[in-house]
């Protein structure tokens, strides 16, 4: 892979000690390189890396409100059209609460008006940034503070909402799965995203220490895990062609990714066997 | 005083947020164990390891993201 003598987002920011999220725009922004402008929604991404009067980004950013980073970055995709500069990627980062739930009507709008531009999900499976509340990307069975362990409740009771086929059902020209921990699967995804005219959008599972509970030094071998298990399914869909991206030799028991973090830690058997067949059944719809 | 639109215009400004003092653990890395793999600069949250492979403690927090992913078993984590 092509290591850049300098990374386009600085350190100094306030992520946590091992934070998957600037893992996931580090490696989005070298991929794409200097002639980029990104947007980003409010979240932890935002908040770690643009604490006034300081910045992380060695790019044009514009911070926007929880819902409109899809709205905003076709305006800014319009006007650079107008003013001839077609060559400038325009990439928009949100996290999963951003994407899959608050700002999903604009996203879904500028991805209708075929703007050329690209929007990453880095997707942690929860609100982290305001303190672990569920959202509609949180996987069955999680505990997060508002789907919290209990006698009256196991965690989060429905299954995690199907975001990248939502987008692909609005037949962009690209769309595709990622993971932190296969950065080289990643790097080429983005690069392709960019290079597609129209728009792209990519699903990126980006664990987190904090939100997940496991070790600092764990958040690439959760993604590993993940990917391993069948829980996470690393795919792209190239103008309407799907293609499996990464087959792991042997899909690992769910088990094996459920027992290393704190927010499944509470599952019976009885609940780690239904999301072992809510797996199976994606993976074989899948064809994995 | 805010700039309006509380504009920065000092991109990696956040430079100045020595982040080295967070950590609890360093990383120590044995070039002569190293196969040269990268995964240390790739993973690394911080962008604490240049492509000599040099670490750089005015940042690295001490997550041991490297140490975990080495191949080679060439990062120690050591006690502050
Ligand atoms: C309209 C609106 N509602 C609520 C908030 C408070 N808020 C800020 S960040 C955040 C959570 C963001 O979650 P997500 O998009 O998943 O990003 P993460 O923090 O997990 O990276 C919330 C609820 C807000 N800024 N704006
Ligand atoms: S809570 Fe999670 S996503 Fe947010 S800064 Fe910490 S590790 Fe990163
Ligand atoms: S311990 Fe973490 S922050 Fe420090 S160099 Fe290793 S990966 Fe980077
Ligand atoms: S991860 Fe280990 S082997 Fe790979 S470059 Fe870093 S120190 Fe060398
Ligand atoms: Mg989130």
Known sequence: ???????????????????????????????????????????????????????????????????????????????????????VNVVAFGGDGGTVDIGLQSLSGAMERGHNMLYICYDNEAYMNTGIQRSGATPYGASTTTSPKGTASFGEDKPKKNMPMIMAAHGIPYVATASIAYPEDYVKKVKKAAETKGPAYIHLQQPCTTGWGFPSEKTIEMG????????????????????????????????????????????????????????????????? | MVSIGCVIKTPGNSRNNKTGSWRTFKPILDKEKCIDCDNCIIFCPDSSVNKQHDIDYDYCKGCGICANECPSDAIEMVKE
Not at chain 1, 26 to 43: D, E, M
Not at chain 1, 257 to 271: I, M, V
Not at chain 1, 276 to 285: S, T
Request: glycine share 8%.
């Open chain 1, 224 to 288: 590993r895990l993940a990917v391993e298990t069948g829980s996470w399914i690393l795919y792209e869909i190239d103008h309407g062609n799907f293609e499996i991206t990464f087959r792991p030799e042997e899909r690992r028991p769910v088990k094996d990714y459920l027992s290393t973090q704190k927010r499944f830690k509470h599952l019976d058997e009885e609940h780690i066997e239904k999301i072992q067949k809510y797996v199976d059944a994606e993976c074989k719809e899948l064809g994995l």
């Open chain 1, 1 to 87: 892979m092509d290591i850049p003598d300098k990374d386009l987002l600085a350190p100094g920011h306030r992520g946590c000690a091992g934070c998957g999220a600037s893992i996931a725009v580090k490696l989005a922004l070298n991929a794409l390189g200097k002639n980029t402008v990104a947007i980003s929604a409010t979240g932890c991404l935002e908040v770690m890396t643009t604490p006034y009067p300081e910045t992380s980004w060695e790019v044009p950013f514009i911070h926007v409100a929880f819902e409109n980073s899809g709205a905003v970055a076709s305006g800014v995709e319009s006007a650079l059209r107008i003013q001839g500069k077609d060559d």
